[in-house]
Nanobody, 123 residues
Framework: QVQLVESGGGLVQAGGSLRLSCTAS????????MAWYRQGPGNQRELVAS???????TYIDSVKGRFTISRDNAKNTVYLQMNSLKPEDTAVYYC?????????????????WGQGTQVTVSS
């Protein structure tokens, strides 16, 4: 059984910073890409940032220069450092990972989600 557990959300004033963490646990062989999504009030879930196993990153335009995604492969953990936060960054943030596990003698890759952590930015 694989689990993703997020932490680090909260309430912050505009211009402030937060750091989100997400740790994967369970019978993990390896982790491919990891990512952060968010879903604001009345909005669809959107991809905020992603990072490959070897550290290549992508960001949506609205967070470039403000957010930084990173990972510690030894700890099965992905981070999202969020600076210069804006009220429009208010959302539930979800961790996502493509994780390899053994299914009998076969290596299987599945996508897992965390439970979400609330980020609220006040103006």
């Amino acid at each position: 059984q694989v689990q993703l557990v997020e932490s680090g959300g909260g309430l912050v004033q505009a211009g402030g910073s937060l750091r989100l963490s997400c740790t994967a646990s369970g019978s993990i062989v390896s982790i491919n890409a990891m990512a952060w999504y968010r879903q604001g009030p009345g909005n669809q879930r959107e991809l905020v940032a992603s990072i490959t196993h070897d550290g290549r990153t992508t960001y949506i335009d609205s967070v470039k220069g403000r957010f930084t995604i990173s990972r510690d492969n030894a700890k099965n953990t992905v981070y999202l450092q969020m600076n210069s936060l804006k009220p429009e960054d208010t959302a539930v943030y979800y961790c996502n990972a493509d994780i390899n596990t053994w299914r009998g003698l076969r290596l299987a890759t599945n996508t897992y989600w965390g439970q979400g952590t609330q980020v609220t930015v006040s103006s």
